[in-house]
């Protein structure tokens, strides 16, 4: 595993000529928590010494100062510059602009004075989208440079601020697909010249809590839309709420099992541990989010047979149609059962309504032709049916019809009778 800095580079600031870049940035104090760097030009050397890191991918176009960064790094690890790539590299870098190639420059020597671990991405300006794209696909390379449980701190001080923002979003892509390289976003760094003046130093703020919120968004959002709730608890449990951590992981393993009475049971025993809790950030931003979800299900005044209905329009809604199959066959059984007064949860009794659908009396009802409409479907998917023609339905109808059967019944639901 190794520690590795991703920064973005510039051109440097105009201190010394306002019409023209000086090609290196100004010194200052930088700051990380109690601890001063004094005399520091390049935050990225500030982070390398302060995190012990291992190496630092710099990012930059044809036209940052990459003169700089070797002249600075070969002073720092004690190497011999070489003057004349130094020239050539600033010469070159002066000319170019925008439209210029990026096989332009050679940075091989400069990736050899940053040491292992370390490269040097060159990147368009990012004028236009495809100028984006290429971007992405060229800061996508990183995945081939990292090792499987390599950490990286990113720094965003520096460079066009489009550029910082596009490469903290790919990194989150890369963190997301790539899960089987488990590379962990440590700190994401940003050095507030603006006030430095104003505070004699210049502080480095950490801001991966903005970072680690994406990960509560997409917690939050894998809870609501599929019932999937162990990322949102594992977060929580990060968090030292292993309480609500283990009810949301519970009520999310009934929902995926599609066990009906513990979905009631969890969802209810969740909903009065949120309304307990003291919200702490970012999950204090999330609260009413998992408050609306949870109270879909935690109804315990209505009918079994409607909550099962409304479980699987849920179901549907979400995409998760084989469960939503299954569920609706049972709630139109435990309609029966309710209407006839009889035990839902007795299976003799379960197997006695499927009968009375079946007579001579029934069958013909609109209830009795949506359930052999549905059941089949239902069939198929509990037994993953492989014939095919008339016993397996098509799929295609399957899903296209899943939301009108379930409007329908909920009509007739409300009636209280068989029709």
């Known amino acids: 595993m190794a520690k590795i800095l991703i920064s973005p580079i510039g051109i440097g600031g105009r201190f010394k000529n306002d019409d023209t870049s000086d090609r290196q940035y100004q010194e200052t104090c930088y700051k990380i928590g109690d601890k001063s760097y004094n005399a520091s030009r390049f935050m990225a050397s500030v982070l390398y010494e302060h995190f012990n890191l291992d190496g630092i991918i710099f990012i930059g176009t044809v036209k940052s100062m990459w003169e700089e960064i070797y002249r600075f790094f070969c002073d720092k690890n004690g190497l011999t510059m070489d003057g004349e790539y130094w020239l050539d590299l600033a010469c070159k870098s002066d000319t170019f602009n925008n439209e210029s190639e990026l096989d332009s420059l050679d940075l091989s020597k400069v990736e050899q004075v940053l040491g292992n671990h370390s490269k040097c991405i060159l990147t368009k300006y990012g004028l ?52 089987e390289k488990n590379i962990k976003i440590a700190g994401v760094y940003y050095g507030m010249l603006d006030v430095t003046r104003e505070l004699g130093y210049t502080p480095v703020v950490d801001l991966k809590s903005l970072f680690d919120m994406t990960s509560w968004i997409k917690g939050a959002y ?101 469960t939503g199959y299954i569920t609706l066959a ?11 007064g009889r035990d839902i949860r007795n299976r003799n009794v379960r197997e006695e309504m499927k009968d009375i659908l079946h007579g001579r009396d029934v069958r013909d009802s609109k209830l009795a032709q949506l359930y052999f409409q549905v059941n089949p479907i239902r069939k198929s998917i509990a037994h993953a049916l492989l014939e095919e023609g008339n016993q397996a339905p098509d799929v295609r109808n399957a899903i296209n019809n899943a939301k009108y059967y379930y409007q329908e019944l909920k009509t007739i639901f409300k009636t209280g009778i068989i029709e």
Not at 130 to 154: G, S
Request: aromatic letters at 14%; hydrophobic letters at 40%; charged letters at 25%.
């Open 128 to 179: 236009n989208e495809t100028e984006l794209w290429d971007n992405f696909d060229k800061i996508f390379e990183i995945v081939n440079f990292l090792n499987k449980d390599d950490e990286i701190y990113i720094d965003i001080t520096h460079s066009f601020r489009s550029l910082s923002l596009f490469l903290f979003l790919t990194v989150t892509f890369i963190q997301d697909l790539v899960p």
């Open 222 to 322: 894998s809870l609501q839309s599929y019932g999937d709730g162990n990322f949102i608890a594992e977060l929580l449990k990060s968090q030292s709420e292993e309480q609500l951590a283990n009810q949301i992981k519970e009520l999310s393993e009934s929902l995926n099992i599609n066990n009906v009475n513990a979905i009631k049971q969890k969802s209810s025993t969740l909903r009065a541990s949120l309304q307990r809790t003291v919200p702490k950030t970012p999950f204090k931003y999330l609260i009413k989010t998992l408050e609306n979800f949870v109270k879909k299900f935690a109804r315990s005044s209505i009918q079994e047979s409607e909550y099962q209905l409304e479980l699987a329009g849920w179901y549907f809604e979400n995409f998760r149609y084989a």
């Open 330 to 340: 049972e709630a139109i059984i435990t309609y029966v059962c309710e209407v006839e």
